[in-house]
């Protein structure tokens, strides 16, 4: 059965700190994986990556993909209060997004 | 503005009574899905739809219904609605052309079935 597996399930840091979030995947007709940001409503849509080392970065917020060894990273870098949420890893494949359970991220001031 | 448009946002109602959640997509996409959220699960697929008259299961279907007789509509059914369907619900779509694309989220409902 397909999975995403994130970690940490929880990550509490102070404002300016760089952050690593982790998704492992298993996977039968890989075709996109997706990182979302949830806070109180919709996830709203971070990166997308279909290329295995492929680097995609948003101003502080970066992602890499290795499809060899099936895992993402999303990097956050100078943490600020805003940055408060749920991070959610996605795959998708098989005609639908497959989530993992998320990371939530609380930044202290 | 591009959007997933879901309604209501808020919905209690009682074990049995028919409703409908109503979702639609102002972005011409073909693909469109719904996911129910519960803590500690995560987002889970209901039904998805490739495009008009094509639906089909996803994870948990048991308790609901879908059609898609528009391309813009995809809107969910629970016929008899039983508490253990208390959960967020989200309604989605995405472009299927030769690129790949993201999954755009609508807003969320919060159902309630005492």
């Known amino acids: 059965e397909d999975k995403v597996v994130q970690s940490p399930l929880s990550l509490v840091v102070h404002e300016g700190d760089t952050v690593t979030l982790n998704c492992s995947y298993e996977v039968t007709n890989f075709r996109s994986l997706l990182w979302y940001k949830q806070e109180k409503k919709a996830p709203t849509f971070l990166f997308m990556l279909?290329?295995?080392?492929i680097e995609k970065k948003s101003g502080r917020l970066s992602s890499i993909l290795d499809k060899k060894e099936l895992f993402s990273i999303l990097n956050i870098t100078a943490t600020q209060t805003g940055d408060s949420a749920v991070y959610l890893c996605?795959?998708?494949?098989?005609?639908?997004?497959?989530f993992g359970t998320g990371t939530r991220l609380t930044i202290i001031p | 503005e591009a959007q997933v448009t879901q309604n209501p946002r808020y919905l209690i109602t009682v074990t049995g009574k028919k409703l409908t959640v109503t979702c639609s997509q102002n972005?011409?996409?073909?693909?469109m899905s719904w996911y129910r959220q519960d803590p500690g699960l995560g987002l889970r697929q209901i039904y998805y739809s490739m495009n008009v008259e094509v639906t089909d299961k996803g994870d948990v279907p048991e308790g609901y219904k879908v059609s898609r007789k528009e391309k813009r509509n995809f809107p969910l059914i629970l016929e008899s609605p039983s508490p253990n369907q208390t959960s967020l619900y989200f309604c989605?779509?995405?472009?299927?052309?030769?690129?790949?694309?993201?999954?755009?989220f609508g807003n969320g409902t919060r159902l309630t079935v005492t």
């Open positions: 989605a779509s995405k472009y299927t052309g030769t690129r790949s694309s993201p999954l755009h």
């Open positions: 996605a795959y998708f494949g098989n005609e639908k997004l497959t």
């Open positions: 279909t290329s295995s080392g």
């Open positions: 972005m011409n996409h073909e693909y």
